[in-house]
């Protein structure tokens, strides 16, 4: 069975690789669903691992359905992991009503060229779990990484194990919730692949008379922040 790890950082990737990971998915910012790591992270990542990499292609937070320029960087983004030889990218549009987003994967599938894709678990947003999985078969999609559309693997096990029975070529991979504890579960059902993080939190920093730097405000699944060039404009005008 595959043991995927999601490895946000190089200390994180490395401690992957020594402890036997098969691969790792390479991102930041776990707290969001993960975010495309900087170019900086992934090449020393490359350099020092001998494991297979995938990147985890996702300019931002929130929802899966990409403006035009999100996708140019998108784009940009695998391109750059093609450069560095990277094994796999993962990635995931959907449109505004949670249906996949065909020719956008398309164009991301065409541009990634020789490496595998994988689905990620925008998949678990979608209305028909089947139909897509049957889309991304027929465009050559490698894995799906799903939750079985549950808050966590356990609890979507049974359409995990429904997807996995109907898939012809492309993999289901387990995620969300996936720990050592429960890890025989999915071997059970028939399933390939894991994928978990493995993290702890590390030594904690005391912050106390510090201001906050999180943002509440921009921590939405459902909206996204923008610049408004009215906004600018009138500070130019104050300023200048």
């Known amino acids: ?132 999985l049957e889309q991304l078969e027929n465009m050559g999609i490698h894995t799906i990484l799903t939750s079985g559309q549950a808050p966590s693997a356990v609890d979507g096990l049974e359409l995990l194990k429904e997807l996995h029975s109907v898939a012809n070529n492309v993999t289901i991979m387990a995620g969300g919730g996936v720990h050592p504890e429960n890890a025989h579960k999915f071997k059970e059902v028939g399933l390939q692949a894991v994928h978990l993080s493995g993290t702890v939190l590390g030594e904690s920093l005391s912050l106390e008379g510090k201001i906050p730097m999180n943002s509440s405000k921009h921590l939405r699944e459902d909206r996204l922040a923008v610049t408004k060039p009215e906004t600018i404009r009138q500070m130019v005008r104050s300023v200048k």
């Open 1 to 132: 069975m595959l043991v995927e790890v999601c490895a946000n950082s190089l200390e994180s990737a490395l401690n992957a690789q020594k402890a036997g990971a098969d691969r790792i998915e390479l991102c930041t910012e776990l707290g969001v669903g993960g975010i495309t790591p900087s170019a900086g992270l992934l090449e020393l990542v490359k350099k020092r691992l001998g494991i297979p990499v995938h990147v985890l292609i996702r300019p931002r937070s929130g929802h899966f359905s990409y403006t035009n320029h999100e996708i140019d960087v998108m784009l940009a983004d695998i391109d750059h992991c093609r450069s560095l030889s990277v094994e796999g990218v993962v990635i995931g549009a959907l449109k505004k009503d949670f249906t996949l987003d065909g020719d956008v994967m398309k164009t991301f599938k065409q541009t990634a060229g020789d490496m595998k894709v994988v689905f990620h678990r925008a998949f678990d947003w979608v209305e028909n779990p089947i139909t897509t």
